[in-house]
């Protein structure tokens, strides 16, 4: 690109005479450079096991591989290639490139099931949003708008043949939006994280707005320290604790004795 550079370093035994540049970064530089800007779609830091910690580090990789190889092609995955980008956008990439292909994709997917047409579409608007197209998303709100109210039995992408629906499903089980608030582990705590810490750092909680919030016990009690960035959404949990609700930007509370999901 205009404003791009590219360096390469190749490997060599030494036989040659000379040394490799010293601003060449070594491995643990290059691990943590790849951890900054897979962080800026968000960080999860979750109990250990494959629904917990594994699950994030898969949704990582998903996210790397992306990067790297770029997101499916709209003829091909329209709900990929939305849920893709609104991820690389996360990471920095800058949206306006992707525009023309997100409106293929944006168009392909009101042909989709509703659920999966709303959880890519969704993904569209946040592109959309960081792009500063206004009309843009004026337009997707109309088709979300007919997507969600059309009873047609379109066949529903299934979510394990599918990483993006994948990642785009498990992200959405600690922060879930919706039309009048957004839920906080919209399925509740698995028996095998009671007593565990869960965080959560810089999740979608709408288009323009990021959620972070950290559960730590006081015995069995969880307690819920949250932080939104961007314009404060209703926050709720009722899978945890129905009582409660707050649009502050940051807080603490004292959620019920919680049973297992």
């Known amino acids: 690109g205009h404003r791009a550079r590219v360096r390469v370093g190749l490997a060599h035994d030494g036989r040659a005479g000379g040394r490799p540049p010293s601003s060449l970064p070594d491995h643990d530089a290059v691990v943590r450079g790849w951890r900054t800007v897979l962080d800026g779609a968000g960080r999860l830091d979750l109990p250990a096991g494959a629904a917990g910690s594994g699950a994030a580090d898969a949704a990582s990789a998903q996210r790397a591989e992306w990067l790297l190889l770029g997101p499916p092609p709209a003829g ?12 690389l956008v996360r990471c920095g990439e800058p949206p306006d490139p992707w525009l023309d292909e997100l409106v293929a994709a944006v168009e392909a997917c009101a042909d989709l099931a509703a659920a999966d047409a709303v959880e890519a579409l969704g993904a569209a608007g946040r592109v959309l949003r960081r792009a500063g197209e206004r009309r843009g998303e004026r337009d ?11 009873q047609r039995s379109a066949v529903p992408i299934a979510a394990t043949d599918h990483p993006a629906l994948t990642l785009a499903r498990f992200e959405r089980r600690f922060v879930d939006p919706g039309p009048d608030g957004v839920d906080l582990l919209a399925s509740g705590l698995p028996e095998d994280w009671l007593g565990q810490p869960v965080e959560v750092h810089g999740l979608p909680a709408g288009r323009a707005t990021t959620v972070s919030y950290a559960v730590r016990w006081h015995g069995d009690l969880p307690a819920v320290i949250w932080e939104q960035v961007g314009p404060p959404v209703t926050l709720r949990s009722p899978a945890l604790d129905p009582t409660w609700s707050s649009t502050e930007r940051s807080g603490e509370y004292l959620w019920r004795r919680p049973s297992p999901a």
Not at 140 to 150: F, H, I, K, P, S
């Open 76 to 87: 091909e995955d329209p709900a990929g290639l939305l849920i893709a980008l609104d991820s």
């Open 140 to 150: 997707l709100d109309r088709l979300l708008q007919r997507v969600t109210g059309d």
